[in-house]
T-cell receptor, first 124, second 114 residues
Framework: DQQVKQNSPSLSVQEGRISILNCDYTNSMFDYFLWYKKYPAEGPTFLISISSIKDKNEDGRFTVFLNKSAKHLSLHIVPSQPGDSAVYFCAASHLPQIRPVLGDTSRRDDKIIFGKGTRLHILP | DVKVTQSSRYLVKRTGEKVFLECVQDMDHENMFWYRQDPGLGLRLIYFSYDVKMKEKGDIPEGYSVSREKKERFSLILESASTNQTSMYLC?????????????FGPGTRLTVL
């Protein structure tokens, strides 16, 4: 069962216009949502995150909106630039869990659940 | 700057060979992860480790094992490579102190099994 869904495998947007990438999730207990960007032959790089207690987070040209009632988030890129062409992964996580092992409460394990990605093409 | 390095960018192996993929991080992170990325399937977690000698299975551990003998190094092992293990393999690390769980990724290893 896919907990994080990106239903659009690809998206094409004219340079200078707004790019909107969408993401849906099923688990209302997620604490954080993240967006990663990935170029071919490189590892993903963190772009922006949002806490489940917020509905908007902005960082330069990138804004993430969270609609908890709809279990939906979106990434807005304004204005879109050629360097934005990449695969974007939506991801969700819980707060780090403390795993007590032999009395050591500092240990944690925490996973990120990724969507399948959306390939964004910025057209000249 | 966090740096996660992977031993090879491209690797070609034959079916049945034992394959070692190495990952090293220089930020003293406790948590390390191995993913594979396939078209249309996104990033799938193979194994992760939250401390030296500790490991946990991810979503697709079958056919893989891992080793974490030192904090900075996390190895992925394919005991007997098969063609369906042809993929991009990505290593990541994070500190448990980051509340929003940002993971730092290496550049990836493109493995082809013939």
């Amino acid at each position: 069962d896919q907990q994080v869904k990106q239903n659009s495998p690809s998206l094409s947007v004219q340079e200078g216009r707004i790019s909107i990438l969408n993401c849906d999730y099923t688990n209302s207990m997620f604490d954080y949502f993240l967006w990663y960007k990935k170029y071919p032959a490189e590892g993903p790089t963190f772009l922006i995150s949002i806490s489940s207690i917020k509905d908007k987070n902005e960082d330069g040209r990138f804004t993430v909106f969270l609609n908890k009632s709809a279990k939906h988030l979106s990434l807005h890129i304004v204005p879109s630039q050629p360097g934005d062409s990449a695969v974007y992964f939506c991801a969700a996580s819980h707060l780090p869990q403390i795993r007590p092992v032999l009395g050591d409460t500092s240990r944690r394990d925490d996973k990120i659940i990724f969507g399948k990605g959306t390939r964004l093409h910025i057209l000249p | 700057d966090v740096k996660v390095t992977q031993s090879s960018r491209y690797l070609v192996k034959r079916t049945g060979e034992k394959v070692f993929l190495e990952c090293v991080q220089d930020m003293d992170h406790e948590n390390m992860f191995w993913y594979r990325q396939d078209p249309g399937l996104g990033l799938r977690l193979i194994y992760f480790s939250y401390d030296v000698k500790m490991k946990e299975k991810g979503d697709i551990p079958e056919g893989y094992s891992v080793s974490r003998e030192k904090k900075e190094r996390f190895s992925l092992i394919l005991e007997s490579a098969s063609t369906n293990q042809t993929s991009m393999y990505l290593c990541a690390s994070k500190s448990p102190e980051i509340s929003y769980n940002e993971q730092f990724f290496g550049p990836g290893t493109r493995l082809t099994v013939l």
